[in-house]
């Protein structure tokens, strides 16, 4: 019986690893939305998924104090609550977000994980949370998004182009060449929190190759969760992102100036 289960685990192992690697190939390969991403100037955005209180009153002011602004992927049925990633926004927040000139996007209104739930359940979820967010900010839209928790199904992907100008997964990685705006890739900066340099040569990388680098994370606070973290290294990435030159934008801003870009260029 021991033997059974010791040849089990592994066998386990394998099939959830085939498991990932079809849930990736399919997110990355299937209902694809290109978009050309050639710069003269490499762009680096800062976003913040669910939404923690400290991602806005201690990440948003790291930002404010440099004239910066960054993306907010907010799942409203989580306002008020205690998640995994912190203590959730308040109303106040999301106000907060708006008049200091960040970008709202959405995060599905119940976290819904990009994988696991049905595609139609998905786009429901974020409807959901488009109506919750004109009841509370009445001027306020929802015009980019974050997948929560998982990649997405190919389905999901088709479902949200139908609302957003462009759609954010992880992938470690930066935009560059052409990017699906389905599924664009962002660095998760606590993955790599220890190893701080790792993200200063994911920044130099970027400007390299004149890229869109989309930073995200949870909370910054300083004993973070294991989804986040300390404000001191979050200072540091957004100063060094300063020193290289980069134009630093909330996640809209810089699909709008690449698209007028690709637009100029069209023309010409």
Not at 82 to 101: I, N, R, S, W, Y
Not at 128 to 136: D, F, G
Not at 216 to 223: F, K, M
Request: charged share 20%; aromatic share 12%; net charge positive.
């Amino acid at each position: 019986m021991n033997d059974s289960k010791a040849t089990l685990k592994p066998l386990s192992r394998l099939v959830t690893k085939a498991q990932g690697k079809y849930q990736r190939a399919t997110a990355r390969y299937l209902c694809k939305r290109p978009f050309d991403v050639r710069l003269r100037t490499p762009i680096i955005s800062f976003t913040f998924d669910d939404f923690p209180r400290s991602a806005l009153l201690t990440g948003g002011k790291i930002l404010q104090s440099f004239g910066l602004a960054g993306t907010y992927y907010a799942s409203l049925g989580l306002m008020g609550k205690q998640a995994p990633t912190g203590e959730m926004f308040l109303v106040e927040d999301l106000k907060g977000v708006v008049e200091q000139g960040h970008e709202l996007g959405c995060h599905t209104f119940g976290h819904c994980h990009a994988w696991d739930t049905n595609p139609n359940s998905f786009e429901q979820a974020i409807t959901q949370n488009s109506e919750a967010l004109s009841t509370i900010l009445p001027s306020a839209s929802f015009k980019t998004l974050s997948y929560p928790i998982g990649v997405p199904r190919a389905r999901t992907k088709y479902l949200t182009s139908k609302y957003f100008e462009c759609s954010r997964g992880g992938g470690q990685s930066f935009n560059v060449g052409t990017v699906d705006l389905n599924y664009l890739s962002a660095y998760f900066l606590e993955k790599t929190r220890d190893t701080p340099d790792k993200i200063k040569r994911m920044i130099d990388a970027n400007c390299e190759a004149n890229g869109w680098l989309i930073f995200a994370t949870h909370d910054i606070c300083e004993q973070p969760t294991r989804y986040g973290c300390v404000p001191e290294l979050f200072e540091d990435i957004v100063k060094y992102s300063i020193q290289s030159g980069a134009q630093i934008l909330p996640v809209f801003q810089a699909y709008e100036i690449i698209r007028f870009r690709l637009t100029k260029q069209a023309a010409l």
